[in-house]
């Protein structure tokens, strides 16, 4: 695993950093991103729009619909923005056609709220980590996941996995098996569900995110 540590004193730099990342991925890669309410999430995914070549102006918060696509100008989608926060059962994860596009490999996938669809994300991603470090300020954490770091047995039944995989379960059965647990609540989520992360106005300029680095 590789960890990286920045600081960011402004959204253009935390869209610097985003662009910089984008520039390292390839289709099909995904990014998780964490961190508070106005941290600066979506303004990172500007960044990796700019990266892959989709216009950064056009990305916002897709917490009501889901998930948004950006395409490159030559109209290929590079960048799918997912934000898992009202994300309930594998029902909803179905609908925006997550298997497909852990399948497809066409675009890189940002994740907002990946704690959400905790047992559905591949074991090599990328993780970004935003934490407020002063009125102004943004410390950035990227951490490389890598599949040698996955257990070596199927984490439903218990069925050794072959090596040099980079499966955490032994069938589709055993994945679906385990996501709906979580949604079941069988896991926790280290942070509870507020209301004001319901309201709209967070997402609006201005608002939190808005604000956010």
């Given at each position: 695993?590789?960890?990286e540590?920045r600081?960011?004193?402004?959204?253009g730099?935390?869209?610097?950093?985003g662009?910089?990342?984008?520039?390292?991925l390839?289709?099909?890669?995904?990014?998780?991103?964490?961190?508070?309410?106005?941290?600066?999430?979506?303004?990172?995914?500007?960044?990796?729009?700019r990266?892959?070549?989709?216009?950064?102006?056009?990305?916002?918060?897709?917490?009501?619909?889901?998930?948004h696509?950006?395409?490159?100008?030559?109209?290929?989608t590079?960048?799918?923005?997912?934000?898992?926060?009202r994300?309930?059962?594998?029902?909803?994860?179905?609908?925006?056609?997550?298997?497909?596009?852990?399948?497809?490999?066409?675009?890189?996938?940002?994740?907002?709220?990946?704690?959400?669809?905790?047992?559905?994300?591949?074991?090599?991603?990328?993780?970004?980590?935003?934490?407020?470090?002063?009125?102004?300020?943004?410390?950035?954490?990227i951490?490389?996941?890598?599949?040698?770091?996955?257990?070596?047995?199927?984490?439903?039944?218990g069925?050794?996995?072959?090596?040099?995989?980079?499966?955490?379960?032994?069938?589709?059965?055993?994945?679906?098996?385990?996501?709906?647990?979580?949604?079941?609540?069988?896991?926790?989520?280290?942070?509870?569900?507020e209301?004001?992360?319901?309201?709209?106005?967070?997402?609006?300029?201005?608002?939190?995110?808005?604000?956010?680095?």
């Amino acid at each position: 695993m590789t960890v990286e540590l920045r600081r960011s004193s402004s959204p253009g730099e935390t869209e610097r950093l985003g662009a910089a990342l984008a520039m390292r991925l390839a289709p099909g890669m995904l990014v998780t991103l964490d961190g508070d309410l106005g941290a600066g999430k979506t303004c990172f995914v500007r960044g990796l729009a700019r990266g892959l070549g989709a216009d950064p102006a056009e990305v916002s918060s897709p917490t009501f619909v889901l998930e948004h696509r950006y395409a490159d100008a030559g109209g290929g989608t590079v960048l799918v923005h997912i934000d898992a926060y009202r994300i309930r059962s594998a029902h909803d994860l179905a609908s925006i056609g997550w298997d497909e596009l852990m399948a497809s490999g066409d675009s890189v996938i940002a994740v907002e709220w990946p704690s959400r669809i905790a047992p559905a994300l591949p074991d090599h991603r990328v993780e970004v980590r935003i934490r407020h470090a002063g009125e102004d300020v943004r410390e950035i954490e990227i951490e490389d996941i890598h599949p040698s770091s996955r257990a070596t047995h199927c984490a439903t039944c218990g069925t050794a996995l072959p090596s040099g995989g980079d499966a955490r379960f032994c069938s589709d059965r055993c994945r679906m098996g385990d996501l709906g647990r979580w949604f079941r609540g069988d896991y926790a989520i280290g942070r509870p569900i507020e209301e004001d992360d319901l309201h709209g106005d967070a997402w609006r300029p201005g608002g939190p995110e808005g604000r956010g680095r």
